[in-house]
Structures are given as structure tokens and as C-alpha cells.
């Protein structure tokens, strides 16, 4: 496949499993690679799908395998930039919008703990308040017959204490599969969300992860707001009419749908779950191919330099 022309980059927006790490190992040369981009003054934020833990837990295992974040997010997020945000994270924005009471979480203890939200309250099986929602994310011990059925059952008002209303259905993200911590490739959430879907006529999952607009928006505008969180050196402003990037090792999930109506630069790392024949299965298809995260950001900055020479 034939490279377009790289287009003046202002921000990026970064996958982090399989793009940054593989299970608990580092992509190769991406810490080293990470700290060149946070010196460059250029500025970034990681977003990951991931739907099984926290945001702090997932800030905490990238500062154990040596990625210096700063440690914004045990802080209060009501004010100031995030540098980490996560499917999860817009779960919970999502639900204050759109005033959630009592959703039935298909999602681990760490993050629904994130939602702060009394989960003791919310499972206990003598409480009359109606489930408004049904939450999925990646949580395989809830991802099971009873769970789901007993979600399938909400959504079509068949449980006990039917809610007055619809109940919502919200996607932490419907990836088809993940790559798994110990290799190869492993079931996501997409499925299960389609499987509840097929069964509930009329419920149509509002997905808030990547690859959402509404969740880059928000990133953008993060961006946009703060500019640099950690950047440490001085960087010339890019020109007017300069792109947001996006990096990341699944074509769908990170280079999908929004990526692509938000015109964001799609750079595709051939690591995590990157399969052969990725790079030409979605059209449009991605606008860079690269080795790995470090192989891109080491083109860009020497790219960068020779601009600025």
C-alpha cells in the first residue's frame, strides 16, 4: 500500500494495550520513545478502551513499567487536563448526563469503583429501586449466562421491579477481541453487547468509547484547553490547519468510525493484536503503517527537526 504524504501533526491521541505495552512488557523501545514525545513539548493523550479496571489502576501499571505519568489521576478530574482517559471514565460522564440512578454493571469491582457509586447498594437483591441501565465492559466473571440474562431481562422490562422507562444499554466499547495478556488473541465485550442487542428488540447500545466521535471529541478538547501536560521541552506551534493523530493497534477500535469522520491522521502499529491483512481490510484504510509506536514517534520527531532546522 502506497503511504500518503504525512500531513503537519499538532496533538496525538495514543492507544495504550498493545500500542505501549503487551500484557506487562513494553512494546520495544515505546518507554524511551514515550519520554523523547513528552521532551518534545508536543501534546498527547493516552486513551484506551480498556473496561476492566480503573483509570488510576491503569495509570499505576504504566508508571510500574517505567512510563512517567504525572499522577493527575488520583486528583479530582472536575477541574484540569486528564492525561489518561479510558472507556471507563466516559462511562461515568455518561451516566451524570444522562441522570443513571441504578445501573446493573457488567464490570469488574475496580472499575465500577471508578463510578463511585455504592456498589454493596447496587447488588443487593432485596432492593426495590428498578435497574435504569445495564453498564458492559470487559469483565469475564459477569460475562456469563446468568449476568447476562438477568440483563437481558432489564433491558426488556421483565425483571421483578420493571423500571417506568426503557433502560439504556451502554457500551464501555464493543470490541469483537482483545489481545490477551499471556499472547494471542481473546473475546471482547462486542459480542455480548450485540448478543443483548439481537435479543431486545429496539435497544440500541450507546457505545462511549473509542471508536465514538463523541469520545475523541472530548479528548480533543482536552487537547485543545491545556495543551501540554508533561511536555518538558519547547516545540513550534504547528501551522494552521494542522491534524490530530491517532496511534493505535486495532484498525477498528482506534482508527474506526469517529477517527475517520473527525478527519483524525490513522496511524496503524503492526503490534498487540495487529493481524497480517489489517492494513487493508477497512476502507478507508489507515493513512500510515508503522512497526511500532517507537518507529513512528522517531520518524516524526526527526521529521520535526528537519522542519525546525
Avoid at 499538532?10 to 494495550?17: E, G, P, V, Y
Avoid at 466473571?141 to 437481558?152: E, I, K, Q, S
Amino acid at each position: 500500500m502506497q503511504a500518503a504524504a504525512r500531513p503537519a501533526l499538532r496533538a496525538f491521541l495514543i492507544d495504550i494495550s498493545g500500542t505501549l505495552h503487551v500484557g506487562s512488557t513494553p512494546t520495544a523501545g515505546s518507554v524511551e520513545a514515550f519520554r523523547r514525545l513528552q521532551n518534545s513539548g508536543v501534546p498527547f493523550r493516552l486513551c484506551s478502551n480498556t473496561s476492566k479496571e480503573a483509570t488510576c489502576d491503569v495509570s499505576a501499571r504504566l508508571r510500574g513499567m517505567g512510563f512517567e505519568l504525572e499522577s493527575r489521576e488520583n486528583a479530582d478530574l472536575s477541574e484540569g487536563p486528564r492525561e489518561v482517559w479510558t472507556s471507563i471514565g466516559a462511562v461515568g460522564r455518561v451516566m451524570e448526563d444522562a441522570g443513571i440512578c441504578r445501573p446493573y454493571f457488567l464490570l469488574s469491582d475496580s472499575a465500577r469503583s471508578e463510578l463511585q457509586l455504592d456498589t454493596t447498594l447496587l447488588d443487593r437483591k432485596d432492593d426495590q429501586t428498578p435497574f435504569d441501565a445495564v453498564v458492559v465492559g470487559l469483565c469475564p466473571a459477569r460475562l456469563d449466562y446468568t449476568h447476562l440474562n438477568t440483563a437481558f431481562r432489564i433491558l426488556a422490562r421483565e425483571h421483578p421491579t420493571p423500571s417506568p422507562r426503557q433502560p439504556v444499554l451502554i457500551a464501555a466499547h464493543t470490541s469483537r477481541f482483545l489481545e490477551a495478556p499471556t499472547g494471542g488473541l481473546a473475546l471482547g465485550p462486542g459480542p455480548f453487547v450485540a448478543a443483548l442487542e439481537h435479543a431486545v428488540p429496539g435497544v440500541k447500545a450507546r457505545v462511549v468509547g473509542k471508536p465514538s466521535r463523541a469520545f475523541f471529541e472530548a479528548v480533543i478538547g482536552d487537547v485543545d484547553a491545556y495543551g501540554c501536560i508533561s511536555g518538558k521541552g519547547v516545540h513550534v506551534a504547528a501551522p494552521a490547519g494542522a491534524r490530530v493523530a491517532i496511534i493505535g493497534d486495532d484498525v477498528e477500535a482506534d482508527l474506526g468510525a469517529g477517527a475517520c469522520e473527525l478527519r483524525l491522521w490513522r496511524i496503524l502499529v503492526c503490534t498487540g493484536k495487529f493481524r497480517p491483512g489489517d492494513e487493508t481490510r477497512t476502507s478507508p484504510p489507515p493513512d500510515e503503517v508503522v512497526d511500532s509506536f517507537a518507529t513512528f514517534i522517531d520518524s516524526f520527531l526527526s521529521d520535526t527537526v528537519t522542519l525546525e532546522s
